[in-house]
């Protein structure tokens, strides 16, 4: 039964390799190349770097749930929707997208409750 799980979810673990390079790339830039940048930029920035990691973590786990694909592509959306408009906005100063944020909030909470389903 563990082999079967594993193989429905494993492009989730592959994507989280990846996910899990560009967190530790982007939190290297973040600590290293964001000097010019605002305090509250780093704050953001940084926020989505921490996010970005934490649910690099959780994508891992997505195999071992009853519905891989569901928990794994809501998770990787929310991950987009979250990180990817703080990362925009902390590096660009464009806010623009920031009314997008709390959807990505929402849907890893909702990633999150699918786990347990």
Same mark, same amino acid.
């Given at each position: 039964?563990?082999?079967?799980?594993?193989?429905v %979810?494993?492009?989730?673990?592959?994507i !989280?390799?990846?996910?899990?390079?560009?967190?530790?790339?982007? %939190?290297?830039?973040?600590?290293?190349? @964001?000097?010019n940048?605002?305090?509250?930029?780093?704050?953001?920035?940084?926020?989505a770097?921490?996010?970005?990691?934490?649910?690099?973590? !959780?994508?891992?786990?997505?195999?071992?749930?009853?519905?891989?694909?569901?928990?794994?592509?809501?998770m990787? @959306?929310?991950?987009?929707?979250?990180? %990817?408009?703080c990362?925009?906005?902390?590096?660009? %100063?464009?806010?623009?997208?920031?009314?997008?944020?709390?959807?990505?909030?929402?849907?890893?909470?909702? !990633?999150?409750?699918?786990?347990?389903l």
């Amino acid at each position: 039964m563990v082999n079967h799980l594993v193989h429905v %979810g494993h492009l989730f673990v592959r994507i !989280a390799g990846i996910s899990g390079a560009l967190a530790v790339g982007l %939190g290297a830039y973040g600590a290293h190349g @964001l000097k010019n940048r605002t305090d509250k930029e780093r704050e953001v920035f940084m926020t989505a770097n921490r996010y970005h990691m934490l649910h690099t973590l !959780a994508l891992m786990a997505v195999p071992l749930t009853n519905h891989p694909n569901m928990v794994g592509v809501t998770m990787l @959306l929310g991950m987009l929707g979250f990180c %990817g408009t703080c990362y925009y906005s902390a590096l660009s %100063g464009d806010t623009s997208l920031n009314r997008f944020t709390p959807y990505g909030g929402v849907t890893l909470m909702i !990633a999150w409750a699918l786990m347990a389903l």
